[in-house]
C-alpha cells in the first residue's frame, strides 16, 4: 500500500538485447490488451489510464524507454487520494508480469514481498507475493482506526492480514 499524494508505485526493468522500438511496440501492445487508454504516445515514453472501477478513481500509468530498460510508474488520478490499498503495485506488476512472459529477453524483478511455497490449488512450487489487506486485515483496520487510533498501522505488518497470491495461477491463497 503506497501513501503520497497522489499515491503511486514505480519498478523499473532491463530489457537486454531488445531495440526500443520492439520495447514499445511490446508495451503498446499490453496496454491494449489490459484495456488501458492510451493518452498520449512518443517512442520514449507512453501515457496510459486505467478506467473507473470499485476499487479505484482510475490510475495514470507512466511508461518510459531509455535505451535497453523499461520504467512503469502507476499513480493515482485523483491528485487528493493519498491511499491505494495496493491498487498501484498491482497495475505495474500485472503489466510487468506480462510483458516478461512474453518477452524472454527481459530480467524480471520480484515485489519486495515474496516468498516461495506450494500453492494449494496448482500444487506447484511458486513465488507467493503479499499485497494489500485481506478481510480479517481491513477489519481489523477499521476497529482500530475507530478505537485506538495510534495502532490502526498493526494490520499493515502482520502477515496473516495481507492478501496472499499465487504467481502462476493468480488465485488467492488463504
Not at 117 to 136: D, V
Request: proline share 5%; glycine share 6%; net charge positive.
Amino acid at each position: 500500500m503506497a501513501f503520497g499524494f497522489p499515491a503511486y508505485h514505480q519498478e523499473t526493468v532491463s530489457c537486454r538485447g531488445m531495440e526500443p522500438s520492439a520495447i514499445h511496440d511490446a508495451v503498446v501492445k499490453r496496454l491494449i490488451e489490459f484495456k488501458w487508454g492510451i493518452r498520449f504516445e512518443s517512442a520514449t515514453e507512453i501515457l496510459a489510464s486505467s478506467s473507473l472501477s470499485l476499487s479505484s478513481w482510475g490510475e495514470k500509468i507512466e511508461i518510459r524507454i531509455s535505451g535497453d530498460s523499461l520504467f512503469v510508474k502507476s499513480s493515482c488520478a485523483m491528485p487528493t487520494q493519498c491511499l491505494d490499498w495496493g491498487k498501484n503495485k498491482k497495475n505495474v506488476f500485472k503489466f510487468l508480469s506480462a510483458f516478461t512472459q512474453q518477452n524472454s529477453a527481459i530480467e524480471p524483478q520480484q515485489p519486495k514481498e515474496v516468498m516461495q511455497m506450494a500453492c494449494p490449488f496448482c500444487h506447484e512450487e511458486a513465488p507467493i507475493i503479499s499485497s494489500g489487506l485481506n478481510n480479517s486485515g481491513l477489519i481489523l483496520f477499521i476497529v482500530l482506526i475507530l478505537f485506538c487510533v495510534p495502532l490502526c498501522w498493526l494490520p499493515f505488518v502482520i502477515d496473516g492480514c495481507k492478501k496472499k497470491t499465487c504467481s502462476k495461477c493468480g488465485r488467492e491463497i488463504q
